[in-house]
C-alpha cells in the first residue's frame, strides 16, 4: 500500500534553515506530482509546493516563493522541501502527497521559535 514518511522537522530559530525529507512506497513514484502540505495550529491544511513527476516543473505558494525549494530524487522514491529564512508564521507540521493516492502521511512537526 502507498507509504509516506515524513522526516526532516524540528525547532529552529526565525532566519534558520530545514531541509524535510519525504520518502514514498508502494506506487509508480517517478510518474507521480508531489506536493508538500502544511497544517499550522489552529488552521486548515493547505498546499505549499509542488513537482511534476520529471521535476521540471515547480509551483510555490505565494508567501514561501524565493524561501523554499522543493526538489526529488526519483532513484530514491524521495521529495524533499528545503526551508530557508523561516519565520514563526511557518509553524506547522507538514505533509507530502502522491497525486496517485488519497493517502497522507504522518507529518514533520516544523517549529520556529526564537
Known amino acids: 500500500q502507498v507509504q509516506l514518511v515524513e522526516s526532516g522537522g524540528g525547532l529552529v530559530q526565525p532566519g534558520g534553515s530545514l531541509t524535510l525529507s519525504c520518502a514514498a512506497s508502494?506506487?509508480?513514484?517517478?510518474?507521480?506530482?508531489m506536493t508538500w502540505y502544511r497544517q499550522a495550529p489552529g488552521k486548515e491544511r493547505e498546499w505549499v509546493a509542488n513537482?511534476?513527476?520529471?521535476?521540471?516543473?515547480?509551483n510555490y505558494i505565494d508567501y514561501v516563493k524565493g524561501r523554499f525549494t522543493i526538489s526529488r530524487d526519483n532513484a530514491k522514491n524521495t521529495v524533499y522541501l528545503q526551508m530557508n529564512m523561516l519565520k514563526p508564521e511557518d509553524t506547522a507540521v507538514y505533509y507530502c502527497?502522491?497525486?496517485?493516492?488519497?493517502?497522507w502521511g504522518q507529518g514533520t512537526r516544523v517549529t520556529v521559535s526564537s
Open positions: 508502494g506506487f509508480t513514484f517517478s510518474s507521480s506530482t
Open positions: 513537482i511534476n513527476s520529471v521535476g521540471n516543473i515547480k
Open positions: 502527497r502522491s497525486s496517485r493516492s488519497a493517502s
